[in-house]
């Protein structure tokens, strides 16, 4: 099953908080994001029905090993899009945008063709 672009973007700011800290809840999500509570919580409840979080007894959220991949993969991603634009001379705040907005709906084959590209360097 497919996730949304808005569940992609949850994954990813999981992903970033991640890094920072091993206990994250779903209110560390809404004061990152901004947004409210109510919409954090729709979106984790839909990232676990999916099987792409999993949340313990104390509301603690972590990753599946599905959820992580895809999360990982989106991070990926967005880095490499962002050097790919900086290195067309894009300044890093724009290059960082633009990542964000096209990752959701560049194809593979671009993508792995901006990725030899990349390593030819």
Same mark, same amino acid.
């Given at each position: 099953?497919?996730?949304? #672009? !808005? ?5 990813? /700011? ?6 920072? !800290? /091993? ?27 999916? @099987? ?18 895809? /999360? ?14 900086? !290195?067309?001379?894009?300044?890093? #705040?724009?290059?960082? @945008?633009?990542?964000?907005?096209? @990752?959701?709906?560049? !194809?593979?084959?671009?993508?792995? /063709? ?8």
């Amino acid at each position: 099953m497919s996730l949304q #672009e !808005s569940g992609k973007m949850y994954l990813n /700011a999981i992903f970033l908080l991640k890094k920072d !800290s /091993a206990h994250l809840r779903s209110i560390d999500i809404a004061n990152y994001t901004g947004y409210t509570k109510p919409s954090v919580s729709r979106a984790v409840k839909l990232l676990k029905d999916k @099987e792409y979080i999993k949340i313990n007894n104390d509301g603690y959220i972590d990753f599946t090993q599905k959820g992580e991949e895809l /999360a990982s993969s989106l991070y990926e991603k967005h880095l490499l899009l962002s050097e790919f634009f900086v !290195s067309l001379g894009v300044s890093k #705040e724009c290059a960082r @945008e633009d990542a964000t907005k096209i @990752e959701h709906y560049i !194809s593979d084959e671009t993508l792995q /063709a901006i990725k030899s590209h990349m390593a030819q360097r």
